[in-house]
Structures are given as structure tokens and as C-alpha cells.
């Protein structure tokens, strides 16, 4: 089956411990290759992420190595479950996560995405970082434990700013060098060790396309799994300078006026719901505005 349950219900859970075994399990599908890299989900031949439940399992002829517990959706219990690769029957396949990007409604892609990171996780912290012995799940904690030196592995999350710079009923959109395709979307970064939010934006953007920036307006935050990013969503109101690009980073940006966009984000993205949420303001102030 696909995934067709309110993901909206979901519970999430940080601990590892499992609830009550009775209870219905469903599991989204991750394979582990060889080299125990966790990047590709159980997919329906149409290309729709599968909810699996028990009676699916067994069909696919694959080894379970390993299952995390995710959280309560729609009264039953997620798991993810991570199986070796292989052929897959007839009406079966694996595909990457951004397969799923303008399938999936945005909760249950972020479903989708905690799966992959929580699997990728677990055999990145096989070993010890710091003094080379094999570490063991913790008993509680969503943590992998190294015995010998104490040290705990949690799941990294890496603060990101993601920022839309307008300039009245203009947005500056950016063709980014790392895009799969011809997309122009808002700029981000990562956050560096000692810099709060706000000031990586204003670095950001200076660094990225030249101009500075005077207001900031928070928006709102989205996990987002490539790989294990916090992001968090800000406007930025124009201040001064003239466009001038890093071509390390960007392709192209310009200015582009509220109703003649190029082809911009996905909603599952928060770079989407940025510009969606700017037009929907500007339609506010203005009703003769288009969205």
C-alpha cells in the first residue's frame, strides 16, 4: 500500500524504547547497500513511497539488518526498517528520497526523510570516533555508546538559514550550482561555530549575490534530510548594493517581480512556502495582486 494515512497524526518519539508489541507496526522501507549507505526508499512501480506492514515483508526476500523506531501514526506503530539490497519483485523499486519531493505531501516527506537519517545514522556510528571500538545502541536514547571511552553519538542535525531577500514586490531568486535543474530559489547556508542565526544570513548574502540587507522577519523552520539539515526560514528586506554573483555558488540571480517567476521550489520545500507565503502578503495588502 501507499502512503495514504493522515501523516499529520504522527507522534513523534525521541527514545528508542518500542511500545507495547501488540500494537500494528508499519515501516517505511530503507535499503542499506553494501557499504551501508542508507539513501534509497521502498517505492510502488508508480514511484509512491510505500507504508509496508508485516504481511509485505516476507514478498520482498530481503535480510533485515537492522529497525528504528520512529513514532505513532494514525494509532499504529512506525518503524524503519532497513533491509539489504537486492532485486525487487515485480511492482516494487528503490528511489532516492527527491524522487518523493512533489509526491509526498510535506509532513509525510519529512516522515520519509527522518527514516533515511535515523538509518543513516545508526551505521555511521558503527565505531567510535575517537578511540576506533565498536559502540553499542543505548538502552534509552536515540545514541550509539562507545563503552571504552564513553563517548555518545546522537543524530546530528546541522543548523542551515534559508532566507528570501525582497525588495517591495520584487524577489531575489537564485540558479544555484549544486541544482539538479533549472530552478531559481532562495539563498542558504550553514551556520558556522560561534555565529548566531542572524548574522549568518547577513554573511550569507553578502557573500552569495553582494547586496546587504536590513530587516529580518522570522518565518518558520523545516528538518530537511540532505543530509540531516535544520533549516530556518527568514525574510530579509533589501538595503543596498547591486546583484554580483559567487560562481563557486550561484549560476545566475536576479530580481524578479511577484507575477512573472520562473520555475521556483516545490511547497514540501520551505524555499517554496517562503515565496508562496511573500505572494500571499502581497495579494493581502494589494487583492488586484496575482498569486
Not at 500494537?23 to 521502498?42: E, G, Q, T
Not at 548566531?196 to 522577519?217: F, T, Y
Not at 523545516?222 to 549560476?251: K, R, T
Request: charged share 20%; with cysteine; proline share 4%.
Amino acid at each position: 500500500m501507499s502512503f495514504r494515512f493522515n501523516p499529520a497524526s504522527f507522534e513523534f518519539h525521541a527514545s528508542t524504547i518500542a511500545p507495547v508489541a501488540s500494537r500494528n507496526r508499519r515501516f517505511i522501507i530503507v535499503a542499506a547497500s553494501s557499504s551501508f549507505r542508507c539513501d534509497k526508499l521502498l517505492c510502488d512501480s508508480e514511484g509512491h513511497l510505500l507504508l509496508a506492514n508485516e504481511m509485505h515483508l516476507p514478498a520482498l526476500g530481503l535480510v533485515t539488518t537492522s529497525e528504528h523506531y520512529l513514532g505513532v501514526l494514525n494509532g499504529e506503530d512506525l518503524w524503519a526498517r532497513v533491509l539489504t539490497t537486492g532485486i525487487l519483485p515485480a511492482h516494487y523499486q528503490w528511489l532516492g528520497l527527491r524522487s518523493q519531493l512533489e509526491v509526498l505531501s510535506a509532513d509525510a516527506f519529512q516522515l520519509a526523510g527522518r527514516a533515511l537519517q535515523i538509518a543513516q545514522w545508526f551505521y555511521d556510528h558503527r565505531y567510535c570516533g575517537r578511540c576506533g571500538q565498536e559502540t553499542q545502541q543505548d538502552e534509552m536514547d536515540r545514541a550509539k555508546v562507545c563503552h571504552d571511552c564513553e563517548l555518545r553519538f546522537y543524530p546530528r542535525i546541522s543548523p542551515c538559514m534559508i532566507v528570501l531577500v525582497t525588495r517591495g514586490e520584487e524577489l531575489l531568486l537564485a540558479h544555484h550550482q549544486r541544482a539538479t535543474r533549472v530552478v531559481y530559489s532562495t539563498l542558504a547556508g550553514f551556520v558556522e561555530v560561534g555565529e548566531a542565526v542572524e548574522e549568518c544570513i547577513r554573511r550569507e548574502i553578502k557573500e552569495e549575490v553582494g547586496i546587504e540587507v536590513g530587516k529580518l522577519e522570522y518565518f518558520r523552520s523545516q528538518p530537511w534530510p540532505f543530509p540531516s539539515q535544520l533549516m530556518l526560514g527568514f525574510f530579509a528586506e533589501y538595503e543596498a548594493g547591486e546583484i554580483n554573483i559567487d560562481p563557486v555558488e550561484i549560476v545566475d540571480a536576479k530580481w524578479f517581480r511577484y507575477d512573472q517567476l520562473p520555475q521556483v521550489p516545490a511547497s514540501a520545500s520551505v524555499a517554496g512556502q517562503l515565496i508562496a507565503h511573500y505572494l500571499e502578503r502581497l495579494h493581502q495588502i494589494n487583492p488586484h495582486h496575482k498569486q
